[in-house]
């Protein structure tokens, strides 16, 4: 997989992976433009041959940064590519000044969880019923 910072012709290819890892939490297209667009987003996209296989994003505000999207395709899953992606996320963001990184999870994604404190994070708090269909509460990490 090839680490790059996302592009216009990545968005349809994201918006079709948010929309198979979230269903209707997904982000649409245009939030995804949107996001390009702004100067304190980071957008990484993992691509393999070509074809969009995942991604992750953040939003910078001084010295905290807000992960706020993270999907792998299922058949790419367990390849350690969310890993990679976090990583240099992070790295990248921090040159920019992020020093604390927070996102929110669900508390039943035990994998996504787990790949979380295996990189420093830690949960601080709860989002009572954050996730629709089905309803669920969001675990707040932060790594600081």
């Not at 198979?20 to 393999?48: I, P, R």
């Not at 992020?98 to 035990?110: D, G």
């Amino acid at each position: 997989m090839t680490i790059r910072r996302m592009v216009r012709d990545d968005l349809t290819q994201a918006a079709a992976l948010e929309e198979k890892c979230f269903g209707t939490d997904a982000w649409s297209l245009q939030a995804f433009a949107d996001a390009l667009e702004d100067a304190n987003a980071l957008y990484l996209s993992g691509v393999e041959e070509g074809t969009l296989v995942a991604y992750c994003g953040i939003w910078k505000s001084f010295e905290d940064g807000d992960i706020t999207n993270v999907a792998v395709e299922e058949i790419h899953r367990k390849k350690g590519y969310a890993r990679l992606l976090l990583k240099q996320l992070m790295e990248e963001a921090s040159l920019s000044g992020v020093e604390n990184f927070t996102l929110e999870v669900r508390e039943s994604n035990l994998p996504a969880i787990r790949l979380y404190e295996s990189l420093g994070f830690v949960t601080e708090g709860v989002r009572k019923d954050f996730y629709r269909n089905p309803k669920e509460n969001a675990l707040i990490m932060w790594k600081r």
